[in-house]
């Protein structure tokens, strides 16, 4: 089983930059389909982006243009760069493996339709002034 563990979360103004990163552990056979999420208090969990095992990449809409996911199949990481932040992005966000594909396929951004596997402990930012 793959257990992740996401870092790099911090407090930034508004208009700043952090970069996350999601550890996994090396007992994978071979990349999946890998997604960012987030949840912010009181709001349902939302889902950001997927890459998949070829590094094709897809961002739900809020974040398109201003968040860049990458993964370095060889240190087993994957990576969220989110420039620009802004309030709104402010939640907890979590990486998550996905083998059926669901979530880098379907065309959803809705986590209900997706077939999360493992997911992390998560890593908190904070957006403001």
């Known amino acids: 089983q793959v257990h992740l563990s996401e870092s790099g979360g911090g407090s930034v103004q508004p208009g700043g930059s952090l970069k996350l990163s999601c550890e996994a552990s090396k007992y994978t056979a071979s990349p999946y389909c890998m997604a960012w999420f987030r949840q912010a208090p009181g709001k349902e969990r939302e889902g950001v982006g997927t890459i998949d095992a070829d590094g094709n990449t897809a961002y739900a809409d809020s974040v398109k243009g201003r968040f860049t996911i990458t993964r370095d199949d060889a240190k087993y990481t994957l990576y969220l760069q989110m420039n620009s932040l802004e309030p709104e992005d402010a939640a907890m966000y979590y990486c998550?493996?996905?083998?059926?594909?669901?979530?880098?396929?379907?065309?959803?951004?809705?986590?209900?339709?997706?077939?999360?596997?493992?997911w992390g402990q998560g890593t908190l930012v904070t957006v403001s002034s």
């Open positions: 998550a493996t996905d083998k059926r594909g669901i979530a880098c396929y379907s065309g959803s951004w809705d986590l209900t339709h997706w077939a999360l596997d493992t």
